[in-house]
């Protein structure tokens, strides 16, 4: 009698639902964690996330096995995670290399003269912020502060390049919610965002890496004299 081998049934790809799931997670968690509403050292409980997000825990732990990649979480087997804190050294370091992989991608903007419509996103943002200063509200002014700096480096049209610097701005972002209060200038960097937006429009090459390079210096200084001045371990 001839026996009929027959192959093992392939495994299906995951589908749109269990992926959008999973980015539902991954969004909301990462937000969490830049806005600082889960602190450094924060920990959560695997079952408590999904419980909170009203999924399974399945597309919990893919968000995590992703944030955790990122650099922004640990996590601990049978614990769920844990966000990690910055230190002072942490940031000057991602600052060094943060500010070398948007000065690259300014320089590419500067080269082919952004469009109008990009230099108008870019002002907007900027206005944005200096309402937000106005009426004194930080998060406001940082969320715009993120937002002229996303729109900049994804302007750079290098795909490559843009996902580079997300991994290292995510934990910059979370240090400036963090540390936005204790600014000393913080009309500093609208003025510093108009300057280089000028560079931007007339396409001065130079002058728009060099603008971006100072503004990105001065603020690592900034927040690496608060950690002295204020005796900050970590955030």
Request: proline share 4%; charged share 30%.
């Amino acid at each position: 009698m001839r026996v009929v081998r027959q192959n093992p049934p392939m495994k299906s790809a995951p589908s749109a639902l269990a992926r959008s799931l999973v980015d539902q997670a991954y969004d909301t968690i990462r937000r969490r964690i830049l806005d600082n509403a889960y602190p450094p050292g924060a920990r959560a409980l695997e079952g408590d996330l999904a419980a909170d997000l009203g999924i399974s825990r399945t597309p919990v732990r893919e968000a995590l096995i992703r944030l955790q990649d990122e650099g922004l979480i640990e996590i601990i087997p049978r614990h769920g995670m844990r966000v990690l804190p910055v230190s002072a050294t942490d940031m000057k370091e991602i600052y060094e290399v943060i500010t070398a992989l948007e000065s690259c991608a300014v320089e590419l903007v500067a080269r082919r003269k952004p469009a109008t419509s990009e230099i108008e996103r870019l002002v907007n943002a900027t206005r944005k912020m200096t309402s937000a200063l106005k009426a004194r509200n930080f998060e406001a002014w940082a969320l715009a502060d993120e937002f002229f700096h996303r729109h900049l480096i994804e302007a750079c049209g290098n795909r490559l390049l843009v996902e580079a610097i997300q991994q290292y701005r995510d934990r910059v972002h979370r240090a400036l919610m963090f540390s936005v209060r204790f600014r000393p200038k913080l009309e500093t960097s609208a003025k510093e965002h108009m300057v280089l937006v000028e560079k931007l429009r007339v396409g001065d090459v130079a002058g728009a890496v060099d603008t971006h390079r100072a503004h990105r210096e001065r603020a690592s200084q900034e927040l690496l004299d608060i950690f002295e001045r204020y005796k900050f371990q970590q955030l």
